[in-house]
């Protein structure tokens, strides 16, 4: 079952290859000229794709936000 990720511009290049090539559906941060933004923005975006984003940024893992 291929599942939609994004990918946070933290982490490297070859995730995308690798969860591409596992059959996933792989966008990226900066392949959509995300890079930069607030959090909110990004977050907004897979919400709107309906992809489970993936990053080493530690705020989206503070549920209080």
């Known amino acids: 079952m291929a599942v939609r990720f ?17 059959g996933h559906d792989v966008e ?10 607030p959090d909110a923005k990004i977050f907004d975006a897979c919400q709107v794709e309906n992809r ?3 990053t080493f940024d530690l705020d989206f893992s503070d549920i209080r936000l």
Not at 6 to 22: I, M, R, S, T
Not at 28 to 37: A, F, H, P, S
């Open 52 to 54: 489970v984003f993936i």
């Open 6 to 22: 994004k990918l946070d511009e933290n982490l490297p290049k070859d995730a995308a290859a690798l969860l591409g090539d596992a």
């Open 28 to 37: 990226t941060v900066l392949d959509e000229r995300l890079g930069g933004n």
